[in-house]
């Protein structure tokens, strides 16, 4: 059974930074591709950032670029969304999602993923 725990998420100020983490248990983190995704009241959830299992050139939503870096370190079983100058516009509650890996991966796409946290809460005052 493949569980993904995030954590990490508050309530910061607008320009404040905030690292989300998400740990995969049931099987190694190395197996998937991660994604990162958000959802606000009355919002579709919709695609922040992704990387692949080599973790060579990561993914990220227009919205999020030069702010948001998705990472992994899986020695630790753990993916990372380091969260730079917020906005008021980034509050959501952040899923993880894990995908086995495919030729062709629609990485912005949720049916894309095979496995989703629960999420975490971020909530950013102006």
């Known amino acids: 059974q493949v569980q993904l725990i995030e954590s990490g998420g508050g309530l910061v100020q607008a320009g404040g930074s905030l690292t989300l983490s998400c740990v995969v248990s049931?099987?190694?983190?190395?197996?998937?591709?991660m994604g990162w995704f958000r959802q606000a009241p009355g919002k579709e959830r919709e695609f922040v950032a992704a990387?692949?299992?080599?973790?060579?050139?990561?993914y990220y939503a227009d919205s999020v670029k030069g702010r948001f870096t998705i990472s992994r370190d899986n020695a630790k079983n753990t993916a990372y969304l380091q969260m730079n100058s917020l906005k008021p516009e980034d509050t959501a509650v952040y899923y993880c999602?894990?995908?086995?890996?495919?030729?062709?991966?629609?990485?912005?796409?949720?049916?894309?993923?095979?496995?989703w946290g629960q999420g975490t809460q971020v909530t950013v005052s102006s």
């Open positions: 999602a894990a995908a086995w890996p495919r030729l062709s991966w629609y990485y912005t796409q949720p049916r894309a993923y095979d496995y």
């Open positions: 049931g099987r190694t983190l190395s197996s998937y591709s």
């Open positions: 990387i692949r299992t080599s973790a060579v050139m990561p």
